[in-house]
């Protein structure tokens, strides 16, 4: 009977604490193959990065932020036009000229403007208000000729005067009215502003001395109103803000410098042919901004 080959048991403990270690030639054979690239794919890899690093700073470079066109003619407008008060308002005090002359000539281009919005308009309550401003400045052009002369008529003044608010007036219904109309506000608006209006003047009447009571009296009252009116249908109307707040603020200015300058010793003669001119320069942005509004609509 053949004998079973046994181990020492002191091997055989030796073994189970330190397994057999793989031989250096196994784990040769063992190890994971490393991956390599060829240099060909290395140099279209590279070619491609160089690709897409070009391709972006080109993207880059093309896009360019454009100021738009009535931006810049807008600031210009500004800036000139209050250099231009400026050195006119000196010209007056120097005496090279009357003081109505800078006047007539920004009623020239306002003039100008109005015809332009009367052409271009594409909405008749744009039109409508262009013709109303047509109508102002000719009202307006006509008072200061009469200025000019030492014998004009108070009378005669204070009609054209009233008749040039009153336009104005026309001109700031259309144009505020003009795709923003708010028919609840509205209605309780041009209600109150009617029968306010009409009281004020009223009121201004009864409180005249009755010797000084005249239609010189009324009209420089419904004059005084009608600004007043005009600067309320822009300013109290939250839809104006909302819609227009450009034409809202500037065509809002007009009404305030005229009324403030018309406060007896408020300001002297210099002061005061300045900022006439500045109110009409007020009306010119406002206008140019509508004019630009007027582009992008259909024409009804």
Sequence with gaps: MAERATEPPELVTAQREHPAQPQPEQAACTAPASVTS???????EGQATEEAVISTGESAAETVLW?????????LTLGLGLSA????????????????????GHLAALLLLWLALLVRGRTAW?????IFGCLWACFVGINLLFNLRASAEPATVAYLNVSGNLSLLGMYLCFATEQARSPRWDSWFFALAL????GAVLIDYLVTAP?????VTVADAIAAVALWLGLLVWW?????????????FL??????????????????????????????????????????????????
């Excluded at 060829?38 to 279209?44: E, K, R, V």
């Excluded at 100021?67 to 600031?75: D, E, K, M, Q, W």
């Excluded at 109290?236 to 809202?248: A, V």
């Design 38 to 44: 060829s240099p060909t794919s290395t140099l279209a």
């Design 67 to 75: 100021t738009p066109g009535f931006i810049v003619v807008f600031a």
């Design 85 to 104: 008060e400026c050195l006119l308002t000196n010209g007056w005090q120097a005496h090279l000229y009357g003081g109505n002359w800078p006047q007539l």
């Design 126 to 130: 744009v039109r409508l208000g262009a």
């Design 195 to 198: 029968v306010g209006g009409s």
């Design 211 to 215: 010797d000084q009571r005249s239609l």
């Design 236 to 248: 109290l109307r939250p839809i104006c803000w909302r819609l227009h707040p450009g034409p809202t």
């Design 251 to 300: 065509f809002g200015l007009f009404p305030i410098i005229i009324l403030i300058l018309s406060i007896p010793g408020i300001t002297n003669s210099f002061n005061n042919l300045f900022f006439l001119q500045v109110a009409d320069l007020c009306l010119l942005l406002g206008g140019l901004r509508i004019l630009q509004a007027q582009r992008v609509l259909p024409r009804s």
